[in-house]
């Protein structure tokens, strides 16, 4: 039993590359969600996911999309990578009960 | 939508003092209330947590009190040890919305041997 996963562990972008990233969870859990986090902004939901091909907008969703084809893998997208996405992101799912657990995190930087 | 303030954004104490980080929230919706320690380089891992009808839960040398009519709730670490030393997040899970928790902005904990 893994958890939730997270790959890659690390990647540099240049401005307008476009990357995804994969969140896998072997729990069967429902409900998945992608955060970043910021030095002094705490952890802010971009997207998220209620079920097998639900997808919904969080917080800061705008520059990112995101898929959820299978109920165990839930895709984080950038179409045009731009610096303001540097940052560290978190992957996190959840059963109906309340519960939260996080992946180990990518580090994005985009020069 | 809910709202999480906390409280110290650092703190620093000695091995074995307490160490106390405190947290209000804002919607009286919400209903569940987890802690997270995050390590340098690693993602948040839950420490406790405490429900809306439960007034203090303990777990050896940490605890987590809820005043529901304030709306605020708190960690408290005893014997604090090097190893304690993190960022902690409080949190708050408000069942409507996003359906998912709002975190707080995190407390630095250091704790000099």
């Known amino acids: 039993n893994a958890g939730v996963t997270q790959t890659p562990k690390f990647r540099v972008l240049k401005t307008g590359q476009s990357m995804t990233l994969l969140c896998a969870q072997d729990?069967?859990?429902?409900?998945m969600y992608w955060y970043r986090q910021d030095p002094g902004m705490g952890l802010r939901l971009i997207h998220y996911s209620v079920g097998e091909g639900t997808t919904a907008k969080g917080e800061v969703p705008d520059g990112y999309n995101v898929s959820r084809l299978k109920k165990q893998n839930f895709l984080l997208g950038l179409e045009s990578a731009a610096p303001s996405q540097t940052s560290v992101y978190f992957c996190?799912?959840?059963?109906?009960?309340?519960?939260?657990?996080f992946g180990p995190g990518t580090r994005l930087t985009v020069l | 939508g809910e709202n999480v303030e906390q409280h110290p954004s650092t703190l620093s104490v000695q091995e074995g003092d307490s160490a106390v980080i405190k947290c209000t929230y804002s919607d009286s919706a919400s209903n569940y209330f987890p802690w997270y320690k995050q390590e340098l380089g690693k993602g948040p891992q839950l420490i406790i947590d405490?429900?809306?009808?439960?007034g203090e839960k303990k777990d050896q040398r940490i605890a987590v009190t809820l005043n529901k009519t304030a709306k605020h709730f708190s960690l408290h670490i005893t014997e604090t040890q090097p190893e304690d030393s993190a960022v902690y997040f409080c949190?708050?899970?408000?069942?409507?919305?996003?359906?998912?928790?709002?975190f707080g902005k995190g407390t630095m904990l250091l704790v000099s041997p």
């Open positions: 949190a708050a899970f408000e069942p409507t919305g996003y359906s998912t928790l709002t």
């Open positions: 405490i429900r809306s009808n439960v």
């Open positions: 996190a799912s959840r059963l109906r009960t309340d519960t939260q657990y």
């Open positions: 729990m069967n859990h429902e409900y």
